[in-house]
């Protein structure tokens, strides 16, 4: 193998040839495709390659309370796979995205409303009463009472999140 200097970036590592050494190409095309995973996501899942989750792109139900939205979630056959599940608070925060509002999220990527969207998280002070939602108008975190009737989005776990090495 040729001097090389090899560069990490995510989950794309980066053969450099030292100066001098031609340059291979035959790997540009696979590094292509791993810099931009989402056109191979399956219809209707969105894969974030950073956190290591696939999300439904849309809403998967409305008004449901906190347990029926674990149990849509948990009912949710979408890209071919069956071990869908409601996101943790951490988890659905990740798609807030802070440069913009109503709603708070990239809308090139997600079909989502201004509204609340439950988490599996309960309330650690009164788990059997509340739980967290995220507020997709401008991405705030707060808890509501586990019978109101919230939106859902379903998550699935891909891989453990890159590395960054």
Sequence with gaps: MNPATVIHIGVIHLHV?????????????????I???AAAAPDGVVVDHATGLMWSKATVAKGKTWAEAKAVAEAVRLGGYTDWRLPTRAELLTLVDDT???????????DCESD??????PLAS????????????DGYALYFRQVNGGR?????????????Q
């Design 35 to 37: 810099a931009h995973p």
């Design 17 to 33: 040839p030292s100066p001098g050494v031609l340059l291979n190409t035959e790997h540009l095309a696979e590094a292509a495709s």
């Design 116 to 121: 609340w969207y439950w988490t599996s998280t």
């Design 126 to 137: 009164s788990p059997s009463v509340f739980a967290w939602v995220v507020f997709f108008y």
């Design 100 to 110: 913009r509002s109503n709603p708070a999220i990239d809308t090139s990527r997600f």
């Design 152 to 164: 859902v989005r379903a998550v699935r776990s891909v891989s453990s999140p890159a590395s960054g």
